[in-house]
C-alpha cells in the first residue's frame, strides 16, 4: 500500500517519506480499514518532530491516530456484518506503529466508530481527537443543562467542538476569540456570546453576561496563558477542565486562589481517557452526527503526497481548525 512514514525525528521536508510497504496484518477483534480522509492534529507533527523530549515508539512509524473510510475486511471477533461499514477512526497509533496516512489502516473493531452517511470522510477524520477532547471537556463533571460554559478559543478544533457539544448539553456558550473571522466561526458554532479578548476588557464582559457571578465551567486551550483571568471570571465550585498550556508548560498556580473558590481542575489528555469516557464521547457524537447537529470546520485538505506541508501548516499555527489528507 501507499504510505507515508518517517523513522527517525526531525522536520516534516526532512523525515517524512512516501512509498509502498505492506498492508498491516488483521489481527483478533481488528478491522482493516480502506482509509479516505487522515486527519492531522498538534499532538501527530509533536512526535514526528520529538517535541518535550518525545521519542520514537517503533522503527518506523505512519502517523496521524484519526481518520475515516470503509471497512474492507474483519478479524476474528468481529461481526462480518461490519465489512463495508463506514466509519470514523480514532487512537489509530496507540500503542500501534501503523497510523492514518496510509491507503488502509488496522485499528481495533472499537476504535472504528459507525459514520452516518450525512457526514463526509474529510468531517469524520476530524473526529477523533479534538471532538473526544471536547466531549470529555465538557462533561466530565456532569451535564451541563443550565449552566454557564466558557470556551477559551472557540474557533480552533476542540474549541469549536466544546460550543457545539456545551450547546446540545444546553448549555449557555461564551468563547474568547482574537478576531472579526474567528468569531464568525465561533458564533456559527452555536456560542451565544463571543468576547474578542483583544478588543475587550475580558472579565467585565463576562461578568456582564453572567449577571456578576462568572461561569460555571471553563474549556482551556492555553492554561497558563489565561490561568489569571480565568480565576477572576469562574464561579465559586467552578471547574476549569485544560488541554493545553503552550504558552508556559510549567506555571506558578496560585493554589489559594482556587482553594477560595472552591476550584477544580481537570487536566485532559484523550489517549489517557479511560474506556467508559471513550465510548460516552464515540456515542455522543455519534448520536450529535446522526442529528446533524455538529458542524466541522476544516482549514485546509491535503493529498497524502502533500504531508509535508500539511504538517508545517500545522505546526504554524495559522491555519484555523482542522486539516486533513483526503484520496
Not at 451535564?143 to 457539544?165: D, E, F, M, P, S
Not at 503552550?246 to 493554589?255: G, H, K, L, R
Request: proline letters at 3%; aromatic letters at 6%.
Amino acid at each position: 500500500m501507499k504510505a507515508a512514514y518517517y523513522e527517525q525525528l526531525g522536520n516534516a521536508k526532512d523525515v517524512l517519506k512516501i512509498g509502498e510497504i505492506d498492508v498491516p496484518e488483521l489481527g483478533a477483534n481488528d478491522v482493516l480499514v480502506k482509509v479516505r480522509a487522515s486527519g492531522i492534529n498538534p499532538s501527530d507533527v509533536k512526535q514526528r518532530s520529538g517535541w518535550g523530549g518525545l521519542t520514537m515508539r517503533h522503527p518506523r512509524v505512519i502517523p496521524h491516530n484519526d481518520g475515516a473510510g470503509i471497512i474492507e475486511a474483519a478479524g476474528e471477533g468481529v461481526p462480518q456484518s461490519r465489512i463495508g461499514e463506514r466509519v470514523w477512526i480514532y487512537e489509530a497509533t496507540l500503542p500501534r506503529q501503523f497510523g492514518t496516512a496510509a491507503e488502509y489502516v488496522v485499528v481495533p473493531s472499537e476504535q472504528a466508530v459507525f459514520l452516518p452517511e450525512n457526514t463526509d470522510f474529510a468531517a469524520g477524520a476530524c473526529l477523533g481527537v479534538p471532538a473526544m477532547t471536547a466531549h470529555h471537556c465538557v462533561f466530565k463533571d456532569g451535564a451541563v443543562t443550565g449552566k454557564i460554559v466558557l470556551v477559551a478559543g472557540g474557533a480552533g478544533a476542540v474549541g469549536n467542538y466544546a460550543i457545539q457539544l456545551a450547546k446540545w448539553g444546553g448549555a449557555t456558550v461564551i468563547s474568547t476569540v482574537s478576531s472579526a473571522e474567528k468569531a464568525e466561526i465561533a458564533k456559527t458554532a452555536g456560542a451565544d456570546y463571543i468576547v474578542n479578548y483583544k478588543a475587550e476588557d475580558v472579565v467585565a464582559r463576562i461578568k456582564e453576561i453572567a449577571g456578576g457571578k462568572g461561569v460555571d465551567r471553563i474549556i482551556e486551550v492555553d492554561f497558563a496563558g489565561n490561568l489569571e483571568i480565568n480565576l477572576k471570571a469562574i464561579a465559586r465550585n467552578g471547574t476549569i477542565a485544560t488541554y493545553a498550556s503552550d504558552s508556559n508548560a510549567t506555571p506558578q498556580i496560585p493554589v489559594y486562589s482556587l482553594i477560595y473558590k472552591n476550584l477544580t481542575v481537570h487536566y485532559v489528555l484523550v489517549y489517557a481517557m479511560d474506556k467508559a469516557a471513550h465510548q460516552q464521547a464515540a456515542a455522543d457524537i455519534t448520536t450529535c452526527l446522526k442529528a446533524g447537529v455538529l458542524r466541522h470546520v476544516i482549514a485546509g485538505r491535503f493529498g497524502l503526497d502533500e504531508i509535508a506541508a500539511a504538517h508545517e501548516l500545522q505546526e504554524s499555527g495559522s491555519a484555523i481548525s482542522n486539516l486533513v489528507l483526503l484520496r
